[in-house]
């Protein structure tokens, strides 16, 4: 492990760790049958388990409780807020003199906080926040008294205020910044101390909270490291930082030095799901305090909680039972949110107010927007636009599409769709999708209105392309190709003249021992008539294939490149573009890359739209190329996940943004908007009344129902090219 002392302040002495295991705490699945992220021990008169629920059909979150007069462990359910498939829902403590669960929902990106005792929403909270979000952790400042709350998603974190009386709540943006990652997990120190990692990450991030809306300084506290979750424990004397990951718990002090670690056990084949959870409080099922978190096991997943009774000692901390997140820290706490300022900014000591996003002036009494709506819209609140029909995006400046069809749900996790050209019949033209989960793992075959004709069984089939003209013995076929993540391999299946699907000679080719796919494409040489298939994994190494097959029609392959993609980052979506011999790389964290498609080309990549740029957001995920039917024109389309949004360039290089749209409700056909979009798939060919210019196919992450909650299987929206670019482009097309 490597610790850099440039870090932190307080990191100047340090050495590598070494951790003995003194501590054992023993495990009780205390509230099972779901799938979840994070819990969260609520501090109550009787505590309180709460815990999110991240399955699609069920999606919200839930809370537990068990009573205080008996000794047992296992919670039951008290209540079940379905407020759509999410992995944030956490406790703040007396806001307005309440407490409160803040949650937010990924079908919807709409913030609310819910009473803990009533269960009910409060009035005023409601807040949308656009984005992919993964943690979330509460603050509150010694100083002040007041309540912050600390969202992380991609490359990025949004702090809010968190205020309220007994008759609502407000939940009000102070900033926006970026980090070096994508969090998912997170802990805080009383002193605003906030540290953080991706998941299953390596390196730990540290950043000090603030009542100020100046970005904080980011640091490496360490690296090397195995993390899969963290939290805090709050002695009288020290705050400790726990580091969860196997089946342990390793602890350190607040200089960061190891004070030992703690094996967990009483759950088979455990496999930690989130971040720890603390109790500090007396209870009779929990003498000492307790753990939770969320967990897979052998035999179910859910919240497992462990008492720390012996364990505190065994690792040399003084036990604090008497901690209560209600308690304010400061004697007189003085808020630097004043009259001075409206209640919407801070005083700073020259008198001047620091306004909160969304206000301005100089009592930050003006409400403003983000580029003022783009000019589509009037600003209804701080940083809320009300935008006119036709637009949308927390600015305004999203061309808002509506679906005219979605494919039937079918599998658990879908991700990339591809689309099929009837040879004579355009109309007869099929959507071929991916489920790269267990549940329904394989391809989708839908017709253009979106129902399910075929369900092929393939081993979690990725991304999705399709190879038209193969020479095959004597004949030539039309393939479906994929990267399988199930065996590790390349999967190839044919299209028959109707579209349907069917096993080949050859179709499952191997890769490399250790190699795990991630992404693919195609590519057809226009110089040789080759046929190439290209596979990336999670180091963004790139596997260019040569497909061909013998001559009694068995499919082969033969490696003729590698090189690695981007800068190095999580890479998955490709394109090619065969008539200019490019293939375009999707880097999930930093954005679009050109390089050169044939075997023997160079291996340097043209990186030509980075994320943040043109409103990119991380994850690059899904890349489809619409041509022009008679020259270089034509365009590229990316989806971002964290914005649930689609951002469209041109073909011909420099690569210029055009555009950005996404899928909007549309309600008269009861389809709904599009969330965390994965893949895309476009094509210019006129296919029929419905889609006389064109199609394009977007995933859909989470689809919501009408009667409420949503879908536990994946769907994708079918929408008219002509819809996302417009008549004029569309016609300039030429098909």
Known sequence: MKIFARSLPWAAALLPATFAQNATITLTPAATGFDSDNAALIYASSPILLANDGSAADGGFRTFSTSNSTNSTIFTERSHERSGRTKIAIPVYDVGGRDVIFNIPSPNSVIRAYDVATGSEIAGSQKYQLGDWSVARNWRSQTSGE???????????????????????????????????????????????????????????????????????VRTVGEDLKIEGLGAYHSNSSDYLLIAHDDMIDVYDASFSPKGSASLEGIADLSIGGDVSVLQSVSANYPSGAIAFAFEGEDDTGIATGSLESTLTSLGIQANINFDPHTKLCGYCVSPISDACSNNGFSLVNSTCSCLAGFAGADCSQITCQNDCSGHGSCDGPNVCKCEAGWAGPDCSFVAVKAKYETEANGGDGDDPAIWIHATKPDQSRIITTTKSQGGEGFGVFDLEGKLLQHFIAQEPNNVDIIYGLPVGNHSVDLAYAACRGDNTLCLVEVTSDGSLKNITGGTQTLPEDYEPYGSCTYLSPKTKKQYLFVNNKKAEYLQYELSATANGTLQTSLVRNFTGGSGGQVEGCVADEAAGYIFLGEEPSGIWRYEAEPDASNEGFQFAKVGDDGLHADVEGLTLVTAKNDTGGFIMVSSQGISAYLVYERAPPHKYVTTFTIVDNEEKGIDHVTNTDGLAAVANKLNADFPYGLVVTHDDANELAEGGTSAEASFKLTSLVDVLGEERAKALGY
Request: negative net charge.
């Open 147 to 217: 309540n912050y709350v600390f969202l992380f998603g991609k490359k990025m974190v949004v702090q809010f205020l968190v205020r309220g009386s007994s008759d609502d709540a407000q939940i009000l943006e102070v900033q926006t910044f970026s980090i070096p990652i994508e969090g998912e997990t997170a802990a805080v120190f009383p002193n605003g101390q906030v540290f953080f990692s991706g998941g299953e990450g390596d390196t730990l991030y540290s950043f000090q909270a603030a009542e100020s809306t100046t970005a904080p300084e």
